[in-house]
């Protein structure tokens, strides 16, 4: 598989990587023999770079990739995990659901300040068992999340020490790039005028239905040689499912509005022969400035079957014709939009 350097650093990804959101239990139970199968499925088909973070089954996802990776040859695979959540243990009736089953008996504390970045860390190396992450991300900061009053405070402790934090790990040599991995532009934009990250992990903002990245997040990743790593390509699914009712876009049921363009991206589509999922997957890579695309799953069988759409053949004039029935995410209120 090709791969794409990341920003300005020395390190390349493969452009199609592995997410493990779902190796954690997002949604739907995994167990360890379904896990290891997936990462055995993504190592086969030449996915070289594996995305993690302690929040993903409250510490299950990078315990389970650690073990995968382990025993891999060292400088055969690119590894990210995430900061901003700290795990601390509590009782086993005191787990909150935040959507993942069977996690591990933990709870978060959101801190993206420098000693909590530093801690998160070493805990991190802790459970993968590795002693070496080669991207980190900061994980959830911004409105979305938040809220805007929440987010002033979070952003705050980025900015005043938590940068200081990831400036240093580069430095010494401890991770090799550093960024933000988010599902919203405007904090990306509040960032980037205070720093100069080496990349994003941007989930559903740049993809053949939302086009947020457009205007302002990508001439400015051009302009300071920030790369693109691009997640949630399916939109929350309806890129995948098409616009059936009880269709997700952006973790909510989607609206009408949503559902009738995906129903015209979904024509097009047909009338090339494809599945609107092939060109959802491809569509992210036409842009030099996306390193790669995160596939996510819990299942070998569906990251094959994605695997095979990403060979389709398909061209500019093809892509050209779904830009009619894009969107741009509609700006954030005061309140968080997913909790």
């Not at 690119?78 to 509590?90: I, W």
């Not at 999340?145 to 990831?166: E, F, I, P």
């Not at 990743?221 to 699914?237: A, I, W």
Request: glycine content about 10%.
């Amino acid at each position: 598989m090709q791969t794409r350097k990341i920003g300005r650093t020395n390190l390349a990804v493969t452009e199609y990587s592995f997410g493990t959101a779902g190796l954690g239990g997002l949604y739907r139970e995994c167990t360890r023999e379904a896990a290891m199968a997936t990462l055995d499925a993504a190592w086969d088909a030449g996915i070289r770079y594996f995305d993690t973070a302690p929040y993903y089954g409250l510490g299950l996802a990078e315990r389970r990739v650690g073990d995968f990776l382990r025993d891999k040859p060292h400088d055969s695979y690119v590894l990210s995990t995430k900061v901003g959540r700290l795990l601390h243990p509590v009782p086993e009736d005191k787990v909150p659901d935040y959507s993942y089953v069977k996690a591990l008996n933990f709870d978060v504390t959101y801190d993206y300040g420098y000693d909590a970045i530093m801690r998160s860390v070493e805990m991190s190396h802790a459970r993968l068992g590795l002693n070496r992450i080669d991207i980190l991300y900061v994980h959830d900061i911004g409105g979305y999340t938040h809220g805007a009053a929440g987010n002033a405070v979070y952003l705050r402790q980025l900015l005043d020490s938590g940068l200081k934090a990831l400036e240093e790990l580069k430095s010494a040599g401890a991770v090799s790039a550093y960024g933000l991995g988010v599902n919203e532009v405007p904090v990306c934009l509040d960032v980037m005028r205070h720093a100069d990250i080496d990349c994003i992990l941007l989930a559903g903002r740049y993809t053949l239905l939302d086009r947020s990245a457009v205007a302002e997040l990508i001439p400015l990743c051009e302009n300071k040689g920030t790369s693109l790593v691009v997640g949630g390509v399916f939109n929350s699914g309806i890129l995948a499912t098409g616009p059936a009712e009880g269709a997700h876009f952006d973790y909510m049921p989607a609206t009408e509005e949503v559902r009738t363009k995906v129903a015209a991206m979904e024509r097009i589509a047909g009338e090339r022969g494809l599945p609107l999922a092939a060109p959802a997957l491809q569509f992210p890579l036409a842009n030099p400035q996306v390193a790669s695309v995160l596939l996510g799953t819990a299942k070998p069988s569906s990251l094959e079957r994605n695997m095979d759409l990403t060979r389709r053949t398909i061209t500019a004039e093809d892509f050209a014709a779904f830009e009619p029935f894009t969107l741009v995410a509609p700006a954030l209120g005061t309140e968080a939009v997913r909790v």
